[in-house]
């Protein structure tokens, strides 16, 4: 019994570190329709951009929740101005684009932190589950996820910020004419994405270490998470996150971690030939 | 820029002058060494210090009046952890600079990709990283630690301390794949048994179920051959889940990129290795040494890693060896070296073992405490009984593979 209910703690976590590094992109990729390929490096610098604030004396909580997100957003919003406004429409150019985008970030940290791993240790310490142990810090990310999902739900259906957002995305020139400043919603929601992407990288850091290549690690997954779930933002992240996150766990703990990737790899194509759309092309259709 | 017929012949002569000063007609050209190491990429953990450690050996070699007479000039190469550069390297080294002996290769993959490019065109070659064993080739010299030099003596000391269950997680990899069958091998003949064998992909970083996996095994420790920067989470996620004070750990490839340092006290203390090498080693050879590096290198230098050393005694070995052979041919050398070559190393006395081409050597057991190393048990003299099982260089001297050993 204590083994299933820490197994299930396995499994929740596995489902929040995906949604946590997917909900960036899927706000990017889902919302904007630009194929962002330097997602992973967003998720690196957040990692970077914590461990340098912890490293200079700031709490470590206002480092992975405010610097984090606040550092890799502006980051964000200065990419969107330099270089995505000019490919929207043109899916293959911005894959292009932020390609480079990502390779430069690479040699960039590269060249600034050196090549060896870094982070910090996590918070939290342990408890005691009948036999076994976890890490609190396992807790703590499944929390944040939990937040933030409910958060991005609040501001896009009760704000008049998530409306307009909404509304520039499903037709700019029309929300032009209402009076809304597209290029403006653009940068911003841009911004939002690659912010939510920072504080999944800082979340994460002390729990995998940062490195400047780590980014490898994340995208593939964020991409089959946000493919998988589909159109929807929030219930498609959501429904993606679940599936593939007990997948993926349940496997890993039953065989060994190799055949865990095997498993959520499988799971994907499988999902990708039933569901050409996405969980939510076919579910929830009605959802955010 | 216009140049002139005047400024021209200025220049010339300037040129010839100079040229003239810095070598003397009595002079021979220098001896060519290449270094190929990853200075960048994911493995410059490991070949940064490597490189330090070869450029010293050099430098001292030079101070010393350079061999045969002649100064030996460091050809440095950074194949960015990339195979295909390794091979382009190799081939440059071989063919373009003609060097008289390469040290090179960090993983076993790089060793065998440069391996038959420097067979092919006859340049002698050291890899001097400790490795899963087994390479039998006449133009090649291993100068690391294999298996039976230092898990068959960290095993039985590990599980006298701690109990006879070993659980293995290992980089899914050949040396993780070679080494954790060793370990298997050493652990059920000192009547233990291992629950488990767990491989992990280079790149994984979420070790959560198999945290859990390893409690519901309930082991008496856990043997680590985990490898790079990802796997460095593994000590850290189990630390965090407070695993650390109730199962220990015992690793050989723990702490060679120096994990120690990056890693707080309280994510790897009591963490027991086993190695060739540790800067705290307390001999007169190993004290002069240190003082020689950190003179070199800067007093606040991490500390000098197991495959560091590994580079200096390589280096020293082929030197000894061109000194006793009089030549730099490479025919000549492997003869000197196979009449049985040793040098009194920081290490200890190291020599090279003729007909596997591998080292006899000390090795010792330490423990990781608050990011130093400190040494608690030597065992002298090791011989690499692993490779000689299956290679005789005297026997067969055509021989050129990688025995994959079993066990």
């Not at chain 1, 932190?113 to 910090?120: L, Q, R, S």
């Given at each position: 019994m204590d083994l299933v209910i820490l197994l299930a703690i396995q499994?929740?976590?596995?489902?929040?570190?995906?949604?946590?590094?997917?909900?960036?992109?899927?706000?990017?990729?889902?919302?904007?329709?630009?194929?962002?390929?330097?997602?992973?490096?967003?998720?690196?610098?957040?990692?970077?951009?914590?461990?340098?604030?912890?490293?200079?004396?700031?709490?470590?909580?206002?480092?992975?929740?405010?610097?984090?997100?606040?550092?890799?957003?502006?980051?964000?919003?200065?990419?969107?101005?330099?270089?995505?406004?000019?490919?929207?429409?043109?899916?293959?150019?911005?894959?292009?684009?932020?390609?480079?985008?990502?390779?430069?970030?690479?040699?960039?940290?590269?060249?600034?932190?050196?090549?060896?791993?870094?982070?910090?240790?996590?918070?939290?310490?342990s408890f005691q589950i009948g036999a076994y142990r976890t890490s609190g810090?396992t807790?703590?990310?499944?929390?944040?996820?939990?937040?933030?999902?409910?958060?991005?739900?609040?501001?896009?259906?009760?704000?008049?910020?998530?409306?307009?957002?909404?509304?520039?995305?499903?037709?700019?020139?029309?929300?032009?004419?209402?009076?809304?400043?597209?290029?403006?919603?653009?940068?911003?929601?841009?911004?939002?994405?690659?912010?939510?992407?920072?504080?999944?990288?800082?979340?994460?850091?002390?729990?995998?270490?940062?490195?400047?290549?780590?980014?490898?690690?994340?995208?593939?997954?964020?991409?089959?998470?946000?493919?998988?779930?589909?159109?929807?933002?929030?219930?498609?992240?959501?429904?993606?996150?679940?599936?593939?996150?007990?997948?993926?766990?349940?496997?890993?703990f039953?065989?060994?971690?190799?055949?865990?990737?095997?498993?959520?790899?499988?799971?994907?194509?499988?999902?990708?030939?039933?569901?050409?759309?996405?969980?939510?092309?076919?579910?929830?259709?009605?959802?955010? | 820029?216009?140049?002139?017929?005047?400024?021209?012949?200025?220049?010339?002569?300037?040129?010839?002058?100079?040229?003239?000063?810095?070598?003397?007609?009595?002079?021979?050209?220098?001896?060519?060494?290449?270094?190929?190491?990853?200075?960048?990429?994911?493995?410059?953990?490991?070949?940064?210090?490597?490189?330090?450690?070869?450029?010293?050996?050099?430098?001292?070699?030079?101070?010393?009046?350079?061999?045969?007479?002649?100064?030996?000039?460091?050809?440095?190469?950074?194949?960015?952890?990339?195979?295909?550069?390794?091979?382009?390297?190799?081939?440059?080294?071989?063919?373009?600079?003609?060097?008289?002996?390469?040290?090179?290769?960090?993983?076993?993959?790089?060793?065998?990709?440069?391996?038959?490019?420097?067979?092919?065109?006859?340049?002698?070659?050291?890899?001097?990283?400790?490795?899963?064993?087994?390479?039998?080739?006449?133009?090649?010299?291993?100068?690391?630690?294999?298996?039976?030099?230092?898990?068959?003596?960290?095993?039985?000391?590990?599980?006298?301390?701690?109990g006879?269950k070993?659980y293995?997680?290992?980089?899914?990899?050949?040396?993780?794949?070679?080494?954790?069958?060793?370990?298997?091998?050493?652990?059920?003949?000192?009547?233990?048994?291992?629950p488990s064998?767990?491989?992990?992909?280079?790149?994984?970083?979420?070790?959560g179920p198999t945290i859990s996996k390893i409690q519901a095994a309930k082991p008496d420790f856990v043997?680590?051959?985990?490898?790079?920067?990802?796997?460095?989470?593994?000590?850290?996620?189990w630390?965090?889940a407070g695993m650390r004070k109730s199962i220990p750990?015992?690793?050989?490839?723990?702490?060679?990129?120096?994990?120690?340092?990056?890693?707080?006290?309280?994510?790897?203390?009591?963490?027991?290795?086993?190695?060739?090498?540790?800067?705290?080693?307390?001999?007169?050879?190993?004290?002069?040494?240190?003082?020689?590096?950190?003179?070199?290198?800067?007093?606040?230098?991490?500390?000098?890693?197991?495959?560091?050393?590994?580079?200096?005694?390589?280096?020293?070995?082929?030197?000894?060896?061109?000194?006793?052979?009089?030549?730099?041919?490479?025919?000549?050398?492997?003869?000197?070296?196979?009449?049985?070559?040793?040098?009194?190393?920081?290490?200890?006395?190291?020599?090279?073992?003729?007909?596997?081409?591998?080292?006899?050597?000390?090795?010792?057991?330490?423990?990781?405490?608050?990011?130093?190393?400190?040494?608690?048990?030597?065992?002298?003299?090791?011989?690499?009984?692993?490779?000689?099982?299956?290679?005789?260089?005297?026997?067969?001297?055509?021989?050129?593979?990688?025995?994959?050993?079993?066990?």
């Amino acid at each position: 019994m204590d083994l299933v209910i820490l197994l299930a703690i396995q499994v929740l976590y596995a489902i929040a570190s995906l949604a946590l590094i997917s909900v960036g992109l899927a706000i990017i990729f889902g919302m904007m329709r630009v194929i962002n390929l330097a997602h992973g490096e967003f998720l690196m610098l957040g990692g970077y951009a914590a461990i340098v604030a912890t490293s200079r004396g700031v709490n470590i909580w206002i480092s992975m929740l405010v610097v984090a997100p606040v550092v890799v957003g502006i980051i964000g919003v200065i990419v969107e101005r330099t270089i995505i406004r000019f490919l929207y429409g043109r899916m293959i150019d911005t894959m292009l684009a932020t390609w480079g985008l990502s390779l430069f970030l690479v040699g960039l940290t590269t060249a600034i932190f050196g090549n060896t791993t870094v982070g910090i240790s996590a918070p939290l310490g342990s408890f005691q589950i009948g036999a076994y142990r976890t890490s609190g810090y396992t807790l703590f990310v499944i929390g944040v996820a939990a937040v933030v999902l409910f958060g991005i739900l609040v501001v896009l259906r009760g704000t008049r910020l998530g409306l307009i957002a909404r509304g520039t995305m499903q037709n700019a020139n029309m929300a032009a004419a209402l009076g809304v400043n597209p290029p403006r919603v653009y940068a911003v929601t841009f911004g939002i994405g690659a912010a939510l992407s920072g504080l999944a990288g800082a979340v994460l850091a002390p729990v995998s270490g940062v490195f400047p290549t780590i980014g490898v690690a994340y995208v593939a997954k964020s991409f089959i998470t946000v493919i998988g779930g589909g159109a929807a933002i929030l219930s498609g992240t959501v429904s993606a996150s679940t599936l593939f996150g007990t997948i993926n766990q349940l496997a890993t703990f039953a065989t060994t971690p190799v055949f865990g990737e095997v498993a959520l790899l499988a799971a994907a194509i499988v999902l990708i030939r039933l569901l050409p759309q996405g969980i939510t092309g076919r579910f929830f259709r009605r959802g955010l | 820029m216009k140049v002139d017929r005047r400024r021209f012949l200025r220049g010339t002569a300037a040129a010839a002058a100079a040229g003239a000063f810095s070598s003397p007609a009595w002079a021979e050209d220098p001896i060519g060494v290449a270094s190929i190491h990853d200075l960048s990429g994911g493995l410059d953990i490991y070949g940064k210090p490597m490189v330090d450690a070869l450029t010293l050996a050099v430098e001292e070699a030079n101070a010393a009046g350079g061999l045969l007479g002649r100064q030996i000039k460091l050809i440095n190469y950074d194949p960015q952890s990339n195979m295909q550069l390794y091979t382009q390297f190799a081939q440059q080294a071989a063919l373009k600079d003609k060097v008289a002996v390469v040290h090179g290769g960090i993983t076993s993959a790089s060793r065998e990709v440069i391996r038959p490019v420097l067979d092919r065109f006859k340049t002698l070659y050291f890899y001097n990283t400790q490795y899963e064993g087994g390479v039998c080739d006449r133009n090649q010299f291993d100068t690391g630690v294999t298996p039976a030099q230092t898990v068959e003596k960290l095993v039985p000391y590990a599980m006298k301390k701690w109990g006879k269950k070993v659980y293995v997680i290992a980089a899914d990899y050949n040396y993780g794949q070679i080494t954790s069958q060793w370990v298997k091998k050493y652990v059920t003949e000192n009547g233990g048994e291992v629950p488990s064998i767990d491989f992990f992909p280079l790149d994984v970083t979420n070790f959560g179920p198999t945290i859990s996996k390893i409690q519901a095994a309930k082991p008496d420790f856990v043997w680590s051959a985990l490898v790079g920067g990802a796997h460095i989470s593994f000590y850290r996620q189990w630390a965090a889940a407070g695993m650390r004070k109730s199962i220990p750990m015992a690793s050989t490839t723990f702490a060679v990129g120096n994990e120690h340092i990056v890693l707080s006290p309280d994510e790897c203390n009591g963490m027991l290795i086993c190695y060739n090498y540790f800067q705290d080693l307390k001999n007169p050879v190993n004290a002069a040494f240190v003082a020689a590096f950190q003179k070199r290198f800067g007093a606040d230098y991490p500390n000098i890693t197991e495959l560091a050393m590994g580079t200096y005694q390589g280096f020293r070995l082929w030197a000894e060896a061109v000194k006793k052979a009089g030549s730099v041919d490479r025919l000549k050398v492997i003869e000197a070296i196979e009449t049985g070559i040793s040098i009194d190393a920081p290490s200890g006395k190291v020599t090279i073992d003729p007909p596997t081409h591998h080292c006899v050597l000390d090795v010792h057991i330490a423990e990781v405490n608050d990011k130093k190393l400190n040494v608690l048990e030597d065992f002298a003299q090791q011989k690499p009984s692993d490779t000689a099982a299956v290679c005789n260089l005297i026997k067969n001297p055509n021989d050129n593979q990688q025995y994959v050993i079993k066990i």
